[in-house]
């Protein structure tokens, strides 16, 4: 089992940032990769990010140069950095963990951009 608590989300004006954190605790040592996704209204969810275990990252292409993902194995947690964000970044972000046999999510947190 893995618990995942993700924080940071809110209110932000267009052209600003974010920093998303999801603390990863349990069978932390069984993950093979960490992602961030989001979802919006009306919308299926997608991927933003994801960063393996030996720290190679893959964005979706919207998102490249824009966000970055990266992690801190002591504090044993996950961060999205948002810049530059757009109303159409709008929506709830989820952390993700993979195992080999075992996905689990974060309950989300809630971005909006607006001015």
């Known amino acids: 089992q893995v618990q995942l608590v993700e924080s940071g989300g809110g209110l932000v004006q267009p052209g600003g940032s974010l920093r998303l954190s999801c603390v990863v605790s349990?069978?932390?040592?069984?993950?093979?990769?960490m992602g961030w996704y989001r979802q919006a209204p009306g919308k299926e969810r997608e991927l933003v990010a994801t960063?393996?275990?030996?720290?190679?990252?893959t964005y979706a292409d919207s998102m490249k140069g824009r966000f970055a993902i990266s992690r801190d194995y002591v504090k044993n947690t996950v961060y999205l950095q948002m810049n530059s964000l757009k109303p159409e970044d709008t929506a709830v972000y989820y952390c993700?963990?993979?195992?080999?046999?075992?996905?689990?999510w974060g309950q989300g947190t809630q971005v909006t951009v607006s001015s």
């Open positions: 993700k963990a993979v195992l080999t046999q075992s996905r689990f």
């Open positions: 960063i393996t275990s030996g720290g190679i990252t």
């Open positions: 349990g069978n932390i040592f069984s993950i093979n990769y």
